[in-house]
C-alpha cells in the first residue's frame, strides 16, 4: 500500500537536501534540489550550472548519508538525478534503499516518550497523519527498477522525472527550459551511472535482495551507548578533575589560606577569629585533598596537606577550652546557685584550663593559649573563693556601689592614660569587694548583679586604657624618630635620615582616634610629611652628586692625573691639570716635527674621548660642565639636555 504525501513535506526535504549539499560542499557549485515520490520511489533531483560539470560521486555521498538521517517513513527506495541545467538527460543516476535502525523497526522497544520525540524530529519528513491526501502525482502503478541503464528508462520513469522538472518551474526560473524527454537510443558518454545497492523489481517473483544491514538487538545496543557514555563521562570526569590539565591553582590557594590562617592566629582575640583561621586550614586541606593521584601536582599537595592538617588539629583544644569558657562564663550569669551548680561551672573553667595547658609551645596558637590560659585560671579561682565562702558582707556592696559612682563621675572628665589607669583602679577594687560575697548569703543576688555590670564597664575602661597606653607608645616613638632624623640631616646621611622620617610620619599616622595623644599627633604629620619630602629631595641630590663624583674620580684619577673636579648642586668644574697639559702639548709638539701623523691623530681620539666622558657624566647627572686648563683659564662649557 502506497503511503501518501503531501507536497509540502517534499518541498521542506529538498530545502533541508539543498542546505546540507551548500554546507558540506561549500567549494563545488551550487545545486538546486527537488523531490516527488512516484510509485513510493523518493526521486531527487539535483541540478547544477551548464557551465561547471561537478563530481557526481561526492553529492550522491551526500545526498544518501542525509537522507538517511533523516529516515523518512512515507518510502524506502530512493533514486538520486544529477543533471546540469537545460540538459534532457541527467549526468549520473544512483539507486539506494534506506535502512531503517531497529529502534524504528522495533516499536515494541520504545517507550511513549521516546515515540514522541521523533515524531517531532521528523514531523516534516512525512510522517503524515491518517488524513492526509494522497498527492496528484501518485498513482496505483509501481515501478520497476533494476540496474541503472540510460538507454533502457522505461517511460514511466521519465514521465516521474518530467514531473519532477514540472514541479521545479514553479519554483525556480532557471529550470524553466528543463525537458526530459525519452533518452536517445545510444548510450551517452557524458552521463556517469553509480551503481551501489540497486533497487530491486516488485514484479519478479526473485526474494528481495538481503539487505547489507547487521541486525542488532535493542538491549545490547542500549548497553553499548551506555558503556561508551559512561566510558565518556569517565574521561570527562578524570580531565575534569584540579590540577590535572595545565597549571594548579588549587595548591597556590590553599598555600595563600595557610598564610592566611597563620595572620589571622597572631591577631586572635576571641572565638570567631580562630574559627575562621580553622576554617581556612580546613578549606586548605580540602582543597589539596581534591587533587588526584594521577595529577603532576599529587606529590606537592602530599607534601603540604600533613602540615595544614597538624595546624588545624592544634586549634582544636583551644577551640574547645573557649567554648567550654563560654558555657562556664554563660551558667554563671544570673546567680545565685546552688553548690552543686558552682562546682560544675569551676568544671568547665579547669577543663578549659586544661585543655590549655596541653597546647605545646611549638604550637601556633600557644600564645593565644596563654593569655586565655590566665584568664581562665582567674575565673577558676575567683568561683572556689564564692563556693568556700559563706560570709555575708553587706558593708562591701555598699562600698562597691560607692567606688562605682566614684569611677563613673571620673569617667566623664577622663583624658589621659593616668586617668584611665585611676579608673581602671577602682573598678579592679570595687569588683574584687563584690566578688568577695560569697553565696547563700543576704544580698548575693544584688551583689552577682552589680558585679556583672561592673565587670562589663571594667571591660570598657581596659579598652580605652589599652588605647591610650598604645596612643601614648606610638606618640612617643614618632617624636624619637623624628629626633633621630635632625640629627641624621644634620650628618649629610640623607639615606638614613629619609628612612627615619618615613618611620616617624608612619608613627605619627597610627595614633588611634578618639584618644589623648590623637589630637597632638595631627600636627606632627602634616610636619612629617613635608620634612620626608625634603629629605627626599636632598637624597636625590646628594645620590647624584655621588654618582658624579665616583664617574669623575675614574675618569681623571690615572696615570698621569688627568684633572681635578669640583661637584656642587649647581654644576661641574673641572680642572685640567698642569702635568696632564704639558704631557699633550710635548707628545703633540714631538709627533709635529716627527711628521708622525699617527700619533697626532691619536692624540686627537684621546681629547675627544675625554671630552665625550666628562659630558656622558653631565648628561647623566644633568648637571652643566664648565673645563678650564692648567691655568684656571675656561676653556670649555656643555649644558645637558633636560630630562
Same mark, same amino acid.
Given at each position: 500500500?502506497?503511503?501518501?504525501?503531501?507536497?509540502?513535506?517534499?518541498?521542506?526535504?529538498?530545502?533541508?537536501?539543498?542546505?546540507?549539499?551548500?554546507?558540506?560542499?561549500?567549494?563545488?557549485?551550487?545545486?538546486?534540489?527537488?523531490?516527488?515520490?512516484?510509485?513510493?520511489?523518493?526521486?531527487?533531483?539535483?541540478?547544477?550550472?551548464?557551465?561547471?560539470?561537478?563530481?557526481?560521486?561526492?553529492?550522491?555521498?551526500?545526498?544518501?548519508?542525509?537522507?538517511?538521517?533523516?529516515?523518512?517513513?512515507?518510502?524506502?527506495?530512493?533514486?538520486?538525478?544529477?543533471?546540469?541545467?537545460?540538459?534532457?538527460?541527467?549526468?549520473?543516476?544512483?539507486?539506494?534503499?534506506?535502512?531503517?535502525?531497529?529502534?524504528?523497526?522495533?516499536?515494541?522497544?520504545?517507550?511513549?516518550?521516546?515515540?514522541?520525540?521523533?515524531?517531532?524530529?521528523?514531523?516534516?519528513?512525512?510522517?503524515?497523519?491518517?488524513?492526509?491526501?494522497?498527492?496528484?502525482?501518485?498513482?496505483?502503478?509501481?515501478?520497476?527498477?533494476?540496474?541503472?541503464?540510460?538507454?533502457?528508462?522505461?517511460?514511466?520513469?521519465?514521465?516521474?522525472?518530467?514531473?519532477?522538472?514540472?514541479?521545479?518551474?514553479?519554483?525556480?526560473?532557471?529550470?524553466?527550459?528543463?525537458?526530459?524527454?525519452?533518452?536517445?537510443?545510444?548510450?551517452?558518454?557524458?552521463?556517469?551511472?553509480?551503481?551501489?545497492?540497486?533497487?530491486?523489481?516488485?514484479?519478479?517473483?526473485?526474494?528481495?535482495?538481503?539487505?547489507?544491514?547487521?541486525?542488532?538487538?535493542?538491549?545490547?545496543?542500549?548497553?553499548?551507548?551506555?558503556?561508551?557514555?559512561?566510558?565518556?563521562?569517565?574521561?570527562?570526569?578524570?580531565?575534569?578533575?584540579?590540577?590535572?590539565?595545565?597549571?594548579?591553582?588549587?595548591?597556590?590557594?590553599?598555600?595563600?589560606?595557610?598564610?592566611?590562617?597563620?595572620?589571622?592566629?597572631?591577631?586572635?582575640?576571641?572565638?570567631?577569629?580562630?574559627?575562621?583561621?580553622?576554617?581556612?586550614?580546613?578549606?586548605?586541606?580540602?582543597?589539596?585533598?581534591?587533587?588526584?593521584?594521577?595529577?603532576?601536582?599529587?606529590?606537592?599537595?602530599?607534601?603540604?596537606?600533613?602540615?595544614?592538617?597538624?595546624?588545624?588539629?592544634?586549634?582544636?583544644?583551644?577551640?574547645?577550652?573557649?567554648?567550654?569558657?563560654?558555657?562556664?562564663?554563660?551558667?554563671?550569669?544570673?546567680?545565685?546557685?546552688?553548690?552543686?551548680?558552682?562546682?560544675?561551672?569551676?568544671?568547665?573553667?579547669?577543663?578549659?584550663?586544661?585543655?590549655?595547658?596541653?597546647?605545646?609551645?611549638?604550637?601556633?596558637?600557644?600564645?593565644?593559649?596563654?593569655?586565655?590560659?590566665?584568664?581562665?585560671?582567674?575565673?577558676?579561682?575567683?568561683?572556689?573563693?564564692?563556693?568556700?565562702?559563706?560570709?555575708?558582707?553587706?558593708?562591701?556592696?555598699?562600698?562597691?556601689?560607692?567606688?562605682?559612682?566614684?569611677?563613673?563621675?571620673?569617667?566623664?572628665?577622663?583624658?589621659?592614660?593616668?586617668?584611665?589607669?585611676?579608673?581602671?583602679?577602682?573598678?579592679?577594687?570595687?569588683?574584687?569587694?563584690?566578688?568577695?560575697?560569697?553565696?547563700?548569703?543576704?544580698?548575693?543576688?544584688? /551583689? !552577682?548583679? +552589680?558585679? &556583672?555590670? =561592673?565587670?562589663?564597664? %571594667?571591660?570598657?575602661?581596659? *579598652? $580605652?586604657?589599652?588605647?591610650?597606653?598604645?596612643?601614648?607608645?606610638?606618640?612617643?616613638?614618632?617624636?624619637?624618630?623624628?629626633?633621630?632624623?635632625?640629627?641624621?640631616?644634620?650628618?649629610?646621611?640623607?639615606?638614613?635620615?629619609?628612612?627615619?622620617?618615613?618611620?616617624?610620619?608612619?608613627?605619627?599616622?597610627?595614633?588611634?582616634?578618639?584618644?589623648?595623644?590623637?589630637?597632638? /599627633? !595631627?600636627? +606632627?604629620? &602634616?610636619? =612629617?610629611?613635608?620634612? %620626608?619630602?625634603?629629605?627626599? *629631595? $636632598?637624597?636625590?641630590?646628594?645620590?647624584?652628586?655621588?654618582?658624579?663624583?665616583?664617574?669623575?674620580?675614574?675618569?681623571?684619577?690615572?696615570?698621569?692625573?688627568?684633572?681635578?673636579?669640583?661637584?656642587?648642586?649647581?654644576?661641574?668644574?673641572?680642572?685640567?691639570?698642569?702635568?696632564?697639559?704639558?704631557?699633550?702639548?710635548?707628545?703633540?709638539?714631538?709627533?709635529?716635527?716627527?711628521?708622525?701623523?699617527?700619533?697626532?691623530?691619536?692624540?686627537?681620539?684621546?681629547?675627544?674621548?675625554?671630552?665625550?666622558?666628562?659630558?656622558?657624566?653631565?648628561?647623566?647627572?644633568?648637571?652643566?660642565?664648565?673645563?678650564?686648563?692648567?691655568?684656571?683659564?675656561?676653556?670649555?662649557?656643555?649644558?645637558?639636555?633636560?630630562?
Amino acid at each position: 500500500m502506497q503511503t501518501a504525501v503531501r507536497p509540502s513535506e517534499l518541498q521542506e526535504l529538498a530545502k533541508f537536501l539543498q542546505e546540507r549539499l551548500k554546507a558540506e560542499l561549500a567549494s563545488e557549485a551550487p545545486l538546486q534540489v527537488r523531490c516527488m515520490v512516484q510509485n513510493e520511489i523518493l526521486l531527487v533531483l539535483a541540478q547544477h550550472s551548464p557551465s561547471v560539470a561537478p563530481e557526481a560521486q561526492p553529492i550522491f555521498r551526500v545526498l544518501q548519508r542525509t537522507i538517511q538521517e533523516a529516515q523518512p517513513e512515507f518510502t524506502e527506495k530512493v533514486r538520486l538525478y544529477l543533471r546540469a541545467v537545460g540538459q534532457k538527460q541527467p549526468r549520473a543516476i544512483h539507486d539506494f534503499i534506506i535502512e531503517k535502525s531497529p529502534a524504528w523497526l522495533d516499536n515494541a522497544e520504545l517507550n511513549d516518550d521516546e515515540e514522541d520525540d521523533f515524531d517531532d524530529l521528523f514531523r516534516w519528513l512525512g510522517k503524515a497523519s491518517e488524513e492526509t491526501e494522497e498527492t496528484p502525482q501518485q498513482n496505483d502503478s509501481n515501478a520497476v527498477f533494476s540496474e541503472v541503464n540510460l538507454e533502457e528508462q522505461k517511460p514511466n520513469e521519465t514521465t516521474s522525472l518530467k514531473h519532477l522538472v514540472a514541479e521545479s518551474e514553479t519554483e525556480s526560473d532557471s529550470m524553466a527550459d528543463l525537458s526530459l524527454e525519452e533518452p536517445p537510443s545510444q548510450s551517452l558518454p557524458e552521463t556517469e551511472v553509480i551503481y551501489e545497492a540497486p533497487i530491486a523489481p516488485e514484479s519478479q517473483p526473485k526474494p528481495k535482495p538481503e539487505r547489507r544491514q547487521i541486525s542488532v538487538s535493542p538491549k545490547l545496543a542500549i548497553a553499548a551507548a551506555t558503556v561508551t557514555i559512561v566510558a565518556f563521562l569517565t574521561s570527562l570526569y578524570t580531565f575534569s578533575r584540579p590540577c590535572v590539565i595545565g597549571s594548579c591553582p588549587q595548591i597556590k590557594t590553599a598555600k595563600q589560606l595557610g598564610q592566611e590562617s597563620s595572620q589571622t592566629i597572631k591577631k586572635a582575640k576571641n572565638i570567631q577569629d580562630l574559627e575562621r583561621a580553622k576554617q581556612k586550614l580546613t578549606t586548605a586541606t580540602q582543597l589539596l585533598g581534591s587533587i588526584p593521584f594521577w595529577s603532576g601536582y599529587y606529590g606537592e599537595a602530599q607534601k603540604l596537606l600533613p602540615s595544614y592538617q597538624n595546624q588545624a588539629n592544634a586549634i582544636d583544644p583551644v577551640l574547645m577550652a573557649m567554648k567550654k569558657a563560654e558555657e562556664a562564663a554563660e551558667n554563671s550569669q544570673n546567680p545565685p546557685h546552688s553548690m552543686q551548680e558552682w562546682q560544675d561551672i569551676n568544671s568547665l573553667w579547669n577543663q578549659s584550663v586544661a585543655l590549655l595547658k596541653q597546647v605545646p609551645k611549638t604550637s601556633p596558637v600557644y600564645s593565644f593559649a596563654q593569655k586565655k590560659l590566665l584568664t581562665y585560671q582567674n575565673n577558676s579561682g575567683a568561683i572556689n573563693q564564692q563556693i568556700n565562702l559563706e560570709e555575708t558582707v553587706e558593708n562591701k556592696i555598699t562600698a562597691a556601689k560607692q567606688a562605682a559612682q566614684t569611677a563613673e563621675l571620673r569617667q566623664m572628665s577622663a583624658k589621659s592614660l593616668e586617668n584611665w589607669q585611676e579608673i581602671e583602679s577602682i573598678w579592679q577594687k570595687t569588683i574584687a569587694t563584690l566578688a568577695s560575697i560569697p553565696q547563700n548569703v543576704t544580698g548575693h543576688e544584688e /551583689a !552577682q548583679q +552589680l558585679l &556583672d555590670n =561592673y565587670k562589663i564597664k %571594667l571591660a570598657t575602661v581596659r *579598652d $580605652r586604657r589599652d588605647q591610650e597606653q598604645i596612643s601614648v607608645n606610638i606618640y612617643n616613638q614618632s617624636i624619637t624618630l623624628a629626633s633621630l632624623a635632625q640629627n641624621q640631616e644634620q650628618r649629610n646621611q640623607w639615606s638614613q635620615a629619609v628612612s627615619s622620617w618615613r618611620r616617624a610620619l608612619t608613627y605619627a599616622q597610627q595614633v588611634p582616634k578618639a584618644t589623648f595623644y590623637y589630637t597632638q /599627633a !595631627q600636627p +606632627l604629620i &602634616d610636619s =612629617y610629611s613635608s620634612a %620626608l619630602n625634603q629629605a627626599q *629631595d $636632598r637624597l636625590k641630590v646628594a645620590l647624584v652628586l655621588q654618582k658624579a663624583n665616583t664617574d669623575l674620580n675614574r675618569v681623571c684619577n690615572v696615570s698621569p692625573k688627568i684633572c681635578d673636579h669640583i661637584v656642587t648642586r649647581q654644576g661641574i668644574k673641572v680642572y685640567l691639570t698642569p702635568a696632564y697639559v704639558n704631557s699633550i702639548r710635548r707628545t703633540a709638539m714631538s709627533a709635529g716635527i716627527n711628521g708622525d701623523a699617527n700619533t697626532l691623530a691619536g692624540v686627537d681620539d684621546h681629547l675627544k674621548t675625554l671630552q665625550s666622558a666628562l659630558e656622558a657624566i653631565s648628561e647623566n647627572s644633568v648637571l652643566p660642565l664648565e673645563i678650564y686648563d692648567h691655568t684656571r683659564a675656561l676653556i670649555g662649557k656643555y649644558s645637558p639636555k633636560p630630562n
